[in-house]
């Protein structure tokens, strides 16, 4: 593992732990007023984690499959930016959480479909 993706690995864990804390707190009802920073700090954190990644091989389905994580991540920072979002009137206080199951069930799907794939690819591992 080179260099490059040790970071990636860490910004990912990072963002995601971040994600996954600030978006349960909420639903407990705590909700501090600077929790949306720290969101959109794992938000950009994810973001920044998949542009690192990189498929160099040549599987058209797992470039695909990367791209969709990349679309993911996209998906948690336009959810943050609903979050500071306040000059919209028609924009509701949960409308936040529709992007962020959107960029759940997308990451979810290719983080199952990217290990099957590969699997495929090389059976002996």
Known sequence: MNRRQQISSILLAIGMIML???????????????????YATGAVFTLLARLLEKYTG?????KRL???QTVSAICYCASAAIL???FYNHVQE???LAF?????VL?????????????KENPKN
Do not use: H
Not at 21 to 38: D, E, F, G, Q, R
């Open 20 to 38: 996954l804390v600030t978006a349960i707190l909420p639903l407990i009802s705590i909700n501090p007023s600077w929790l949306k920073y720290i």
């Open 58 to 62: 040549k599987n058209i389905t797992l």
């Open 66 to 68: 990367y791209r969709i």
């Open 84 to 86: 500071f979002s306040t």
């Open 94 to 96: 949960k409308d936040w």
């Open 100 to 104: 962020l199951t959107a960029g759940a």
């Open 107 to 119: 990451q979810i799907y290719a983080t199952f479909r990217i290990e099957s794939v590969e699997k």
